[in-house]
C-alpha cells in the first residue's frame, strides 16, 4: 500500500537527527520550524515572501478557528485551504483540541466530545474526533493531527490519566473516522499519484537570505514541470499525539497505546501549557528517544530559540509555535545574542540592523533607529518588518541546526549559540 508521506534519516549526531520528509505538496528538511497561520494566513507575513525569500516547505493552519470563520462549507465549496489560500505547498492543521483545552470556562466535555460555545459570537459549537476529520478533510491539508484532550502541565496523576485514557479513544476513533473519509474521497486536497511536485520543492532548502524559490500556482496539482512524485498515495497522512504531562510512566503508556494504533508521524502534546521548563525538558530527553524511529516526531506549540535546539539535541524533528509573529507584533526580536524590544529607547539612534549576523532582507536594508520610529509612529510597518525578521531568524537557526548535525559538529553549534543567545539576558537588554 503507497503511503501518504515519506520519511528518511539522512545523518544523526547522538540523539540530533536530520532527515526529509516527503508529502504529496513538498519535500521538507527537518528539524523544521512550522510558521502557524492561525486563520489560514500568517499576521502580517505574505505568502510570496515565505516561498520567494524564505522557502518555506510548510505552514500551519488552526483547524478550531478555520471550523467557526469561515466554516467548512465555505472553504470546501472554494476547493479546500490550499485553493483557498493559495498556499501550494504542504500544510499541517491541529486538531483543535488544544483551542477547546483553552476554553475552560466556556466547554463541556464528555466521552462524545467537547461543546463549547464560539468565542466569536457565543453559539453552541461541538467538537469530536469525527467533527475534527471532517473539518480537516474539508481543508485538505497535507497532515491532520488526530482530536486529542489535553491536560495541564502541572495536572495531577489521575487527571492526567483520565486525559490519556480519553485521548488513547478519541485516536482510535479519529483513525477510523479519518480512513473512512480517505476512501470515500472526502479530501478535499487530493493529490492524483500522476502530479508533479516543483523543481524548487525538491531543491536542498537554503538560507532564508538564499533562496530563490518560484512562487507555485494555485489549485490541487502542483504545478507543471517538475519531478514526479512517485510512491506516495496522494492521501492525506495522519499523527497521533502522545499525551501523560509530566508523569513519565504516563507518557510511556500513551507513546505504547498510540504506537499500537499506528500513525504516520507522531506528536508530543501537552507540553508548555505551565509547566516548569526543566519539566519539558525532562519529558523530551525520557520520551523522544522511546518515540518510533522511522517516524517523524513533532513538539507541539514549541517554542523559543533555545527550547527548539534543547528539543534537536533529545531527538525531535518538528515544531511550530506563534511566537515569531506575535512577538513581533508587540517589538520583540529574536536574534543570535538574545531576544531584544525595539520599544527600548536606547533604540533610537541605533544604525545597527535588528540583528548584524541575520541575512534576512528586513536587516539587510532597515536600522533599529528606523523600525522603532515606526512602531513609536504606530505604523503598522513595524510588526510586519520584525515578525518577517523573526520568522527568517528561526527558519534560518533550523537551517544551521541541519547543516551542524551532517557536518557532525552539533554538539559545538548547540554550546556556542545557547551562549550567544544569553548574552543580552546578561546585560538585562
Known amino acids: 500500500m503507497e503511503k501518504a508521506i515519506d520519511w528518511k534519516i539522512i545523518a544523526k549526531e547522538g540523539e540530533a537527527r536530520t532527515g526529509i520528509i516527503t508529502t504529496r505538496r513538498s519535500q521538507i528538511e527537518t528539524p523544521v520550524f512550522m510558521p502557524v497561520g492561525t486563520q489560514g494566513g500568517l499576521k502580517g507575513v505574505r505568502f510570496e515572501w515565505l516561498e520567494s525569500e524564505m522557502d518555506v516547505r510548510i505552514v500551519l493552519a488552526n483547524t478550531y478557528h478555520l471550523f467557526l470563520r469561515p466554516g467548512t462549507d465555505v472553504i ?4 479546500g485551504l490550499h485553493k483557498f489560500s493559495t498556499w501550494n505547498r504542504s500544510l499541517l492543521t491541529d486538531s483543535g483540541g488544544f483551542q477547546v483545552f483553552s476554553l475552560t470556562d466556556l466547554r463541556k466535555l464528555t466521552e462524545e466530545g467537547v461543546e463549547f460555545r464560539s468565542h466569536i459570537d457565543g453559539s453552541k459549537r461541538f467538537l469530536s474526533p469525527e467533527v475534527s476529520m471532517d473539518v480537516q478533510a474539508a481543508l485538505g491539508s497535507d497532515i491532520v493531527m488526530v482530536f486529542d484532550e489535553c491536560a495541564s502541565g502541572d495536572a495531577g496523576i489521575d487527571a492526567t490519566r483520565a486525559s490519556l485514557e480519553l485521548t488513547a479513544r478519541w485516536a482510535r476513533r479519529s483513525k477510523d473516522r479519518f480512513n473512512n473519509l480517505q476512501e470515500d474521497g472526502a479530501d478535499s486536497g487530493f493529490v492524483q499519484s500522476s502530479s508533479v511536485l516543483s523543481p524548487a520543492f ?14 507555485p500556482k494555485t489549485g490541487n496539482s502542483p504545478p507543471e514541470g517538475g519531478t514526479q512524485n512517485e510512491g506516495l498515495s496522494g492521501r492525506q497522512a495522519l499523527f497521533g499525539i502522545i499525551q501523560g504531562a509530566g508523569h513519565l510512566d504516563l507518557r510511556k503508556e500513551s507513546l505504547d497505546r498510540t504506537v499500537e494504533i499506528g500513525f504516520d508521524g507522531y506528536a508530543i502534546g501537552g507540553l508548555s501549557v505551565g509547566e516548569e521548563k526543566p519539566v519539558m525538558y525532562d519529558v523530551l530527553e525520557f520520551l523522544a528517544p ?8 513533532y513538539l507541539m506549540g514549541v517554542g523559543t530559540p533555545e527550547d527548539l535546539i534543547e528539543a534537536v539535541s533529545r531527538g525531535v524533528d518538528m515544531f511550530d509555535c506563534v511566537m515569531p509573529t506575535r512577538n513581533g ?3 520583540g526580536a529574536f536574534t543570535s545574542r538574545g531576544k531584544i524590544n525595539i520599544r527600548n529607547a536606547k533604540y533610537a539612534t541605533d544604525n545597527e540592523p535588528i540583528d548584524p549576523e541575520c541575512g534576512c532582507s528586513v536587516c539587510k536594508r532597515y536600522s533599529r533607529g528606523y523600525l ?5 509612529a504606530g505604523e503598522m510597518n513595524a510588526a510586519i518588518m520584525i515578525s518577517h525578521h523573526n520568522l527568517a531568524f528561526f527558519l534560518d537557526t533550523m537551517h544551521r541546526v541541519r547543516q551542524s548535525i551532517k557536518s557532525g559538529h552539533f554538539a559545538r553549534f548547540r554550546s556556542e549559540f545557547l551562549s550567544k543567545l544569553r548574552e543580552n539576558e546578561d546585560l538585562g537588554v
Open 76 to 79: 470546501r465549496a472554494l476547493g
Open 202 to 215: 525538491w531543491r536542498p532548502t537554503t538560507p532564508s537570505a538564499e533562496a530563490a524559490a518560484t512562487p
Open 290 to 297: 522511546k518515540m518510533p524511529a522511522d517516524r517523524p516526531r
Open 329 to 331: 507584533r508587540t517589538g
Open 372 to 376: 522603532r520610529h515606526l512602531y513609536q
